[in-house]
């Protein structure tokens, strides 16, 4: 549950950083104070001066690597316990569809900062993890043209699962009435 909630909240901020940083202009003055989004309600200094761009990019990076080894844990967190059994109240066709997005799901978050680490590397950059060098770039535009794509399509997919995740989840709390939701609480 604690994973659950971790990487939901992880991915969907990753979501708004990517949409969010794909828009700033490149270049432009570096600085070491960044207001998170320009909402005047978090301020990050960075120990390195750098342009606004490249401060997103750069956190953008950094979460996600820390995302994709969450993920790693709560693979190998799943394939060494049990997981709830399906509600007895849900139909045939729901426990499919239900058992077919979860799987979605892992393959999906896996996948996607794998992607957006291939494609890292393929830049001049690489990637850091705040601050400390995790893999160097190679500068090949080819791989990481290739991986962008990738990267923007496993999004685009995962969106739609998520839908389709959100939807059941509200559909079985508000019409069926089954508890769903609260099983996935911190509660006794
Ligand atoms: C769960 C993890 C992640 C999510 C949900 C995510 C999501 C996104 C989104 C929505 C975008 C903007 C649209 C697009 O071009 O795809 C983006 C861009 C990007 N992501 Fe990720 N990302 C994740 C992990 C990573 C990781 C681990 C890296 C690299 C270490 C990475 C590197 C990038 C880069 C470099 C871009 C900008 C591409 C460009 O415009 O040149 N992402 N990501």
Redesign the pocket.
């Known amino acids: 549950m604690l994973l659950h909630w971790l990487l939901a909240i992880?991915?969907i901020f990753?979501?708004i950083l990517?949409?969010y940083?794909?828009e700033l202009p490149k270049g432009g003055t570096k600085v070491t104070n960044f207001d998170l989004f320009d909402l005047g309600l978090i301020t990050i200094e960075s120990s390195k001066e750098m342009s606004v761009r490249s401060f997103y990019?750069t956190l953008?990076?950094s979460i996600?690597?820390t995302?994709?080894f969450l993920v790693l844990f709560r693979i190998y967190w799943r394939l060494t316990h049990k997981p709830p059994k399906m509600l007895s109240s849900m139909s045939a066709l729901e426990v499919k569809l239900a058992t077919a997005t979860h799987h979605a799901f892992y393959l999906l978050?896996f996948l996607?900062?794998l992607t957006?680490?291939i494609?890292?590397v393929g830049?001049k950059y690489g990637?850091h993890w705040f601050g400390i060098p995790f893999l160097p770039g190679i500068d090949n535009e080819t791989l990481r043209e290739l991986f962008?794509e990738f990267?923007?399509i496993f999004?685009l997919i995962?969106l739609l699962f998520f839908i389709l995740h959100f939807a059941g989840a509200i559909k079985h709390s508000l019409v069926n009435k089954d508890g769903v939701l609260k099983r996935m609480w911190f509660h006794k």
Do not use: C, D, N, W
């Open positions: 992880g991915i990753m979501f990517g949409t940083m794909e990019f953008h990076k996600g690597v995302i994709f978050m996607i900062p957006g680490i494609m890292s830049s990637v962008k990267h923007e999004g995962l």
